[in-house]
Nanobody
Framework: QVQLVESGGGSVQPGGSLRLSCAAS????????MGWYRQAPGKERELVAG???????TYADSVKGRFTISRDNAKNTVYLQMNSLKPEDTAVYYC?????WGKGTLVTVSS
């Protein structure tokens, strides 16, 4: 059993920054690919950024150049640094590893 716990969400003005964290715990033997997803009201959940066990990254076009995903394998933690936030980034952000999901953390971008 694996637990994923997100933190770092909150309210910020347009142009601001937030850093999300996702800590994995439980029966973790290997280092796995991990990803950040988000779901805005009335929309489907979408991939925001992913990072492989080796550190290779991928981003949605909408966040390229603004968001950075990183990981600390020793801490079983993945991060999402979000800069130049826009109102359309408002969503619940979820962490995913294998078939496991966190409960999400809310990010609200509003003036």
């Amino acid at each position: 059993q694996v637990q994923l716990v997100e933190s770092g969400g909150g309210s910020v003005q347009p142009g601001g920054s937030l850093r999300l964290s996702c800590a994995a715990s439980g029966s973790i033997v290997w280092v796995y690919d991990m990803g950040w997803y988000r779901q805005a009201p009335g929309k489907e959940r979408e991939l925001v950024a992913g990072i492989t066990s080796g550190g290779r990254t991928t981003y949605a076009d909408s966040v390229k150049g603004r968001f950075t995903i990183s990981r600390d394998n020793a801490k079983n933690t993945v991060y999402l640094q979000m800069n130049s936030l826009k109102p359309e980034d408002t969503a619940v952000y979820y962490c995913k590893m294998l078939a496991y999901w966190g409960k999400g953390t809310l990010v609200t971008v509003s003036s």
